[in-house]
């Protein structure tokens, strides 16, 4: 069980790793942490330009509300204030793509030997789930990726 959980972290931290490439890990900007009234040390910030004008929106995970998995939360900055674009209950990273504007995201979860991907979109107003899919990470399967319904 316990070289068992171990893999299963060592995976998610290479999905995590090779999702975030794509991103810059940064120190907090201290104006972000003021405004949040948190310390820096309990944030993990990258950062992206998801909205395509040239300033980064940050990706952040409170790890003070870790437990399996991080929440991630989308925050762009609009003056001194900062506002929400997207949440989730688990690690969320850029994924291939555009639409209406924004970067297309993808969130990742486990379920056993798989993995579940979730792919979203900008709809103009908010994200939504357009596809999700499946990876087998280990066994006779390994590799395989395959189109799944997503739940709701």
């Avoid at 003021?34 to 944030?43: A, E, P």
């Avoid at 409170?62 to 674009?85: A, D, E, H, M, P």
């Avoid at 969320?92 to 993995?115: E, F, I, Q």
């Amino acid at each position: 069980m316990k070289k068992t959980l171990i893999v299963l972290l060592g995976i998610l931290l290479f999905i995590q790793v090779s999702y975030a490439q794509k991103s810059k890990k940064i120190t907090p900007p201290s104006d972000f942490v003021k405004y949040f009234k948190v310390k820096g040390s309990d944030l993990t910030v990258f950062e992206n330009d998801v909205t395509g004008d040239g300033k980064p929106e940050y990706f952040v995970n409170n790890k003070q509300f870790c437990g399996n998995r991080c929440s991630t939360t989308l925050y762009q900055r609009k003056g001194k204030k900062f506002i929400v674009l997207f949440e989730i209950d688990t690690y969320l990273y850029v994924d291939d793509g555009w639409t209406s504007g924004m970067r297309n995201l993808v969130a990742s979860d486990w379920s056993g030997d798989v993995y579940l991907y979730s792919h979203y979109r900008w709809n103009g107003q908010e994200y939504i789930e357009f596809k999700c899919t499946q990876e087998v990470r280990f066994g006779k399967n390994k590799g395989k990726v395959k189109q799944v319904p997503c739940k709701e």
